[in-house]
């Protein structure tokens, strides 16, 4: 079967850098997405990884290693709009097709304070 | 960027009554789209995937004849709950994958909260 593993909560300051952690078991394995998602809103991409290595996008950063099936979202400049649920989301080829599906993590609420 | 509308967005009904929740794509054509379901503070959890012209693939555990879906257009899918009950109470969100572009491109629609009274 499929799982993910991503912690339940992160708490930090304005302005600091967080890491959300995600690690991941999954037979087809695709690439790692990232998604955001505010209390009642739609989840909205953020980045994917389908190589090992990281990938920059402004102040958020996404890090896969598919050899430890661990990946990580990097936060920085933290601000108080970031105060969201963040998915980590495996493609996997055996579910949902040929071009596979996403299997959602649990979700890491992340509280900003100031 | 790619837009998904979710029509409505909430909708309150009487426990037997249907639902039909429509999920359009706005500006791009979308052959696959997808149904989640979202319990309050829990994961998305994948329903069915539905293919434009063709019959809806749906998880395990997920009643087909309860929750009927329709991809009649690029750019349209819908999600009928039949004789709804409470315990369909939830948020449901769809999803579509553009027919050309990256692979890995999911976008999301707002969501449609339901709540079967």
């Known amino acids: 079967g499929q799982s993910l593993e991503q912690p339940s909560e992160v708490t930090a300051v304005e302005g600091a850098i967080v890491q959300i952690n995600c690690t991941y078991q999954t037979s087809g394995f695709y690439g790692l997405s990232w998604y955001q998602q505010h209390d009642g809103g739609a989840p909205t991409f953020l980045s994917y990884n389908a190589l090992d290595g990281l990938e920059e996008t402004g102040r958020f950063s996404s890090f896969l290693s598919r050899s430890d099936s661990y990946g990580y979202l990097l936060l920085q400049e933290l601000q108080m709009k970031d105060s969201a649920s963040y998915f980590c989301a495996v493609r996997d080829w055996n579910y949902g097709g040929s071009q596979g599906n996403l299997i959602f993590g649990k979700g890491t609420k992340l509280s900003v304070k100031p | 960027g790619a837009v998904v509308s979710q029509h409505p967005s909430r909708v309150i009904c009487k426990s037997g009554t249907s639902v039909k929740i429509e999920c359009r794509s706005l500006d791009f054509q979308a052959t696959t789209m997808f149904w989640y379901r979202q319990f309050p503070k829990q994961s998305l959890m994948l329903m069915a995937t539905?293919?434009?012209?063709?019959?809806?693939?749906?998880e395990q555990g997920v009643e087909k004849d309860k929750f009927l879906i329709n991809h009649a257009s690029l750019t349209l899918s819908t999600l009928t709950v039949t004789s709804a009950h409470p315990e369909d109470s939830s948020f449901y969100i769809c999803s579509a994958r553009p027919s050309s572009g990256r692979s890995y491109e999911q976008y999301f629609g707002p969501g449609t909260r339901l709540t079967v009274t």
């Open positions: 539905s293919n434009e012209g063709s019959k809806a693939t749906y």
